[in-house]
């Protein structure tokens, strides 16, 4: 009989943005691999796929429908190996399978970001931390994406089995790489920008967290500093036409080119002089790396995942919550000066390359290797010949 391994989320698109490279070790494996998670997209190496209604809200009252399908799954195939993800993923999977390890079911959670952190609303502590420590003994092993993330999950003595630290999910270094500058003239006009453009590049859904605000308040402040400044905002979301409006209101409509969802996301990379990033709270931003990874600097709002690969000073700045006058500033510094913007790209080169997915992919198949019985040595050489 073939052995089963369960990948859990609220939604599918997490793992095609995140996690298809493991989804495939484990098929290369000789695994059959099974997807639990809301929505109807189709994944590679997937050989079993559930939509399950898991909403991201933990009052939503779907979420006993989707704890009662996901558990009779989980009851169904006898799960050797179950990696869940995202907080609510995270939560229903858990409960769910709490009885199945005693029948040998090994639970793996990765936190992508306590929602409990330093400058988090207190809010945010009386309803998620009790449920981490709590669901932490339902928890093999908890794997954390940044330092402090790590730091607190050891000092509140959560309970699981054992807590790792893993480089966040991985970035290929392969596909987000910067191109010479003949190549990028050539970018910019097949995408209807010029040479003399100083381009500001931000993915994100458009909501309260991320904070695009931000952003459009600070091209309004660097207008006539900058004249041919244009902010680029890829996603959608709630706070869209919001933040369309407040570019009218400022100005700045003309500057901002609100792009929507992409899947062209490297090549806008390519094209930029900077990223930006607003975000009020990251546990280890992929934007970031994926533009980190594409030779540019960062310019960013002080979080523990932004203040982990940004070093200020040396492949970008950090500037303090919604600080309009130092991050525009920080933009007119990077403007007038090429060789600032040239030497911060190549220190975003260095630093990225201990986030890589060869090295994710090797620590995590340190960690799926200790639950697979026998294979230990066998299943980590296979991986390792597949990343590096």
């Known amino acids: 009989m073939k052995k089963k391994v369960l990948f859990c989320a609220t939604v599918d698109y997490h793992f095609k943005a995140f996690h298809l490279p493991y989804l495939k070790w484990f098929k290369d494996q000789g695994w059959e691999v099974h997807v639990a998670a809301s929505g109807k997209m189709m994944l590679p190496y997937v050989d079993e796929k559930y939509n399950i209604p898991i909403q991201r809200s933990p009052f939503s009252m779907k979420n006993i429908i989707a704890y009662k399908e996901l558990k009779n799954i989980i009851d169904q195939n006898k799960y050797q190996i179950i990696h869940c993800h995202t907080p609510m993923g995270g939560v229903l999977a858990r409960l769910a399978a709490r009885f199945s390890r005693n029948n040998g079911t090994k639970l793996i959670y990765t936190a992508h970001g306590f929602h409990f952190c330093k400058g988090a609303p207190i809010l945010n502590w009386f309803l998620y931390y009790p449920i981490e420590k709590v669901l932490a003994k339902y928890t093999d092993c908890l794997i954390t994406i940044n330092e402090e993330d790590n730091n607190l999950a050891n000092k509140k003595n959560f309970k699981a089995q054992t807590i790792k630290h893993v480089h966040g999910v991985g970035v290929n270094t392969d596909l987000f790489f910067p191109v010479k500058t003949f190549h990028k003239s050539i970018l910019r006009t097949e995408y209807g920008y010029n040479d003399e453009d100083f381009l500001m590049f931000y993915a994100a859904e458009f909501n309260k967290n991320k904070n695009q605000q931000l952003l459009i308040k600070s091209l309004a402040r660097i207008k006539d500093e900058i004249p041919y400044s244009k902010l680029l905002l890829a996603g959608d979301g709630p706070l869209l036409e919001e933040?369309?409006?407040l570019a009218i209101k400022l100005g700045v409509i003309g500057k901002v080119d609100f792009l929507g969802y992409?899947?062209?996301?490297?090549t806008l990379l390519k094209i930029s002089d900077v990223a930006v990033a607003s975000s009020?709270?990251?546990?280890l931003p992929v934007n970031i790396l994926e533009a980190m990874s594409c030779g540019l600097p960062i310019i960013a709002s002080v979080n523990r995942g932004h203040s982990e690969l940004?070093?200020?000073?040396l492949n970008g700045y950090i500037v303090p919550p919604n600080d309009i006058h130092q991050f525009s500033s920080r933009?007119?510094?990077?403007?007038?000066?090429s060789e600032l913007l040239t030497q911060?790209?190549?220190e975003s080169q260095k630093i990225v390359k201990g986030y890589s997915l060869a090295r994710v992919g090797l620590e995590l198949s340190e960690i799926y290797s200790g639950y697979i019985v026998g294979e230990e040595h066998e299943t980590k050489s296979k991986y390792s010949s597949a990343y590096l």
């Open 331 to 337: 933009l007119i510094e990077l403007f007038h000066s």
């Open 243 to 245: 933040c369309k409006q």
């Open 310 to 313: 940004v070093k200020n000073g």
């Open 344 to 346: 911060m790209g190549i």
């Open 262 to 266: 992409r899947t062209d996301i490297v």
């Open 280 to 283: 009020l709270r990251e546990g």
